[in-house]
């Protein structure tokens, strides 16, 4: 499976942008969809994911103004990120959790990444 990332871009302090994730091919089981990021010089951490069950779970720093979603019909995800700040900058990637088939232990897929810059 391989994951096209795409919607980030430059935007001032206080903007928004929509970063989309879909998925090459149909998926036999979903396990979660979500977003990592990495700043340069940190490691990558979580910013938001969503399971096949559609529970959500939010890093500290982004609740409240991203929110996540997905298309199960497209097996796409899409986070939505307001009042950004400077501090959200880095490369956003997605994350694919899923099972080739029922009794297989899930593997991660990631995307390629998409550069989010917030000027101040």
């Known amino acids: 499976v391989q994951l096209q990332a795409s919607g980030g871009g430059l935007v001032q302090a206080g903007g928004s942008l929509r970063l989309s994730c879909a998925a090459s091919?149909?998926?036999?089981?979903?396990?979660?969809m979500g977003w990592y990021r990495q700043a340069p010089g940190n490691q990558r951490e979580m910013v938001a994911e969503?399971?096949?069950?559609?529970?959500?779970a939010y890093s500290d720093s982004v609740k409240g103004r991203f929110t996540i979603s997905r298309n199960g019909a497209k097996n796409t995800v899409y986070l939505q990120m307001n009042s950004l700040n400077p501090e959200d900058t880095g490369v956003y990637f997605c994350?694919?959790?899923?099972?080739?088939?029922?009794?297989?232990?899930?593997?991660?897929?990631w995307g390629q990444g998409t550069l989010v810059t917030v000027s101040s």
């Open positions: 994350k694919l959790r899923h099972k080739t088939t029922l009794f297989r232990s899930p593997v991660d897929a």
């Open positions: 969503i399971t096949g069950g559609d529970n959500i």
């Open positions: 091919e149909s998926i036999y089981m979903i396990i979660a």
